[in-house]
């Protein structure tokens, strides 16, 4: 008897899809851990502008004195669309043999046949959930550039965060830390450090960088003495279970930051690259607000989907195809930009 091949559904697999275990992403839960799901295609995002004004005085029985509002810029962003499908044909479906399962053999094995294609099915969709997330990632660590843009055979997608020119320093000759007797990293960080607090009124105790430069700050004259002097053994940190977990490393801490090594990769147009850029170092107040988007799903069956990620499946006659396609719209957005540095130091 042949083997019956319906379809899950968009409820099922929407449910199924979000329940995938996920891979690295480090600098999403670290500074985008709050997410909002908008049930419009369109969002509305506020930049917040430093605002350190201290109260007018009043005379008693005056009338109260008018005060400028608070600063903020006001954009609407269509957030870009991750939008993926597979095809999986009969042979894909019937006739390959998951690992461990007997051969299937159609109308005389249907539970095995049945047990290889769920498991197909799910594979196929948690790789397609692993291509979104990675996705996600990447632009969680781009916008601590302030902005990014993503270029692809439909236009791209760009972003600005409207981050100030001063919090995208640029070291240069000898203040670069590929120069190791006369570059000054400790006083960089005091400075930067400093620009923050003043701003936001938040201190940056979180910094991130990939192996690359934590080698170059490690091998500065100026850093050698600092650890010497303090007795700060560097590497001898206990790093939580749950960072290591996301592909992250504490290496130390300095001046009251925390430093972390990052070096998840991605494929890009040519090879493999990290996803902090490799160039950079950053800092970051954890508390400053930012947070994760996602722009409403539009599907004709599901109608407007609010959520993360959503998924469906259905089946093409002629040729005879199997279709399951995973769909989200992020968005990560950093609303307080002066929050951050983004410093180029080689």
């Given at each position: 008897m042949p083997v019956n091949l319906p379809t899950f559904g968009y409820v099922a697999l929407t449910e199924s899809v979000n329940k995938i275990i996920k891979p690295n992403t480090f600098i999403k839960s670290r500074l985008f851990g709050r997410e909002k799901e908008h049930g419009?295609?369109?969002?509305?995002?506020?930049?917040?502008?430093?605002?350190?004004?201290?109260?007018?005085?009043?005379?008693?029985?005056?009338?109260?004195?008018?005060?400028?509002?608070?600063?903020?810029?006001?954009?609407?962003?269509t957030p870009p669309s991750i939008r993926m499908k597979k095809d999986l044909d009969a042979e894909d479906l019937y006739f390959t043999r998951g690992a461990g399962l007997p051969i299937h053999v159609v109308g005389g094995g249907a539970d095995a046949v049945m047990q290889g294609r769920m498991k197909r099915i799910a594979e196929e969709q948690a790789d397609m959930m692993d291509i979104a997330i990675r996705t996600s990632e990447f632009m969680c660590c781009r916008?601590?550039?302030?902005?990014?843009?993503?270029?692809?055979?439909?236009?791209?997608?760009?972003?600005?965060?409207?981050?100030?020119?001063?919090?995208?320093?640029?070291?240069?000759?000898g203040a670069k830390w590929d120069q190791p007797d006369t570059a000054k990293p400790i006083e960089n960080i005091?400075?930067?450090?400093?620009?923050?607090?003043?701003?936001?009124g938040k201190v940056p105790t979180e910094a991130y960088m990939t192996t690359d430069i934590w080698n170059l700050f490690v091998?500065?004259?100026?850093?050698?003495?600092?650890?010497?002097?303090?007795?700060?053994?560097?590497?001898?940190?206990?790093?939580?279970?749950?960072?290591?977990?996301?592909?992250?490393?504490?290496?130390?801490?300095?001046?009251?930051?925390?430093?972390?090594?990052y070096d998840e990769l991605f494929d890009g147009p040519n090879g493999q690259e990290t996803m902090l850029p490799s160039d950079k170092f950053f800092m970051a107040a954890p508390n400053i607000d930012s947070r994760f988007h996602y722009g409403a799903i539009e599907d004709l069956k599901s109608a407007t989907v609010?959520?993360?990620?959503?998924?469906?499946?259905?089946?093409?006659?002629?040729?005879?195809v199997y279709w399951l396609l995973v769909e989200t719209h992020p968005l990560p957005v950093l609303h307080e930009p002066e929050g951050v540095v983004a410093a180029t130091v080689k």
């Open positions: 419009t295609k369109s969002i509305q995002i506020d930049i917040k502008i430093g605002n350190r004004k201290i109260a007018p005085f009043v005379k008693r029985g005056k009338e109260a004195v008018v005060v400028g509002k608070l600063g903020q810029n006001t954009s609407t962003v916008s601590l550039l302030g902005g990014y843009t993503i270029q692809d055979d439909e236009g791209g997608f760009s972003i600005d965060f409207q981050m100030p020119t001063d919090h995208k320093p640029v070291l240069e000759g005091r400075l930067w450090k400093l620009k923050v607090k003043q701003k936001t091998k500065c004259a100026e850093v050698k003495d600092y650890l010497d002097k303090r007795n700060i053994k560097v590497g001898e940190i206990n790093t939580n279970d749950t960072i290591l977990k996301m592909g992250a490393e504490k290496v130390a801490r300095i001046e009251n930051v925390d430093f972390f090594v609010v959520g993360k990620y959503f998924s469906k499946d259905w089946i093409t006659e002629d040729p005879s």
